[in-house]
């Protein structure tokens, strides 16, 4: 069995600042590792941590260098692909000696934890809200699902490829590559899932047959109303994580931000 622990959307900043002059997102992540710590006692052992970009909310050095902090005491590796508050050049200083990701160019990778194969996905366009996943990109990912035909993989990048309803994040989505995507994963025939963040709330939907689901965030959530006059703006809610677990199969699992009193008799 391979476990997998998703997060997202940890939006840090540089310590003691807040986002939006209102959010703190260091304490969540701080009280998300205290978390991860239990749940590896109920669910045993994880084999590494999976995240699906906006690690930080202003792109500055400061930002990384406090998530690495932050998770450091679970000792587990940690892949992660950009999202659109992310910059490409302190985002790939900041995990130069893990080794995973490419030294020039997109932040495109793969990483092997036989069984299972982690392809990572740069959709960032720097300056932007809306992502894409360009010609360059899914090249690499057709590359790399061509040579894992019978492996279970786990596609990730951070703007989901598809609408969601909550029209102020669907704005700035993702812009382009969906239909080759889908072409791409329509031609795989093993056990694949898609996973993505940016949306800050957990939708689990179908591309090309194989299951596309965003994780929720660490730090806030936004609220699920598709009415065009919805208000714009977040929730101080954490929204937990997702565990996938792949054993002759995948399963997903919504981990909430916190255990819950319990359990009580019934």
């Not at 495109?108 to 996905?121: F, K, R, S, Y």
């Amino acid at each position: 069995m391979t476990q997998v622990l998703q997060i997202s959307d940890t939006h840090l900043v540089q310590e003691g600042a807040l986002v939006s002059g209102t959010l703190d997102t260091a304490s969540p992540l701080q009280r998300l590792v205290m978390r991860i710590t239990e749940l590896q006692e109920e669910v045993g052992a994880l084999d590494a941590i999976i995240v699906s970009g906006d690690l930080s909310d202003d792109g500055s050095e400061k930002s990384y260098e406090l998530f690495k902090s932050i998770l450091s005491p679970l000792n587990l590796p940690i892949f992660a692909v950009p999202g659109n508050h992310d910059q490409r050049a302190p985002f790939r200083t900041a995990f130069s000696k893990s080794g995973y990701l490419p030294k020039s160019g997109k932040l495109n990778w793969h990483q092997a934890l036989e069984p299972l194969q982690l392809i990572g996905l740069d959709t960032l366009i720097e300056g932007e809200g809306g992502g894409a996943l360009d010609s360059e990109t899914l090249d690499f990912l057709d590359a790399q699902l061509r040579k894992m035909q019978g492996s279970p993989v786990i596609v990730m990048f951070h703007h989901p490829p598809f609408n969601t309803g909550i029209k102020f994040m669907d704005s700035i989505g993702l812009n382009s590559g969906g239909e080759r995507l889908q072409e791409i994963l329509t031609s795989f025939s093993g056990d694949l899932i898609v996973v993505c963040g940016h949306i800050h709330r957990n939708i689990s939907t179908q591309i090309g047959g194989h299951a596309v689901m965003t994780a929720p965030s660490v730090c806030s959530s936004f609220l699920y109303n598709i009415h065009h006059d919805a208000p714009v703006g977040f929730l101080k809610q954490e929204g937990g994580m997702l565990l996938h677990r792949w054993h002759e199969g995948f399963k997903s699992i919504r981990i909430e931000a916190t255990r819950g009193d319990g359990p009580f008799a019934f």
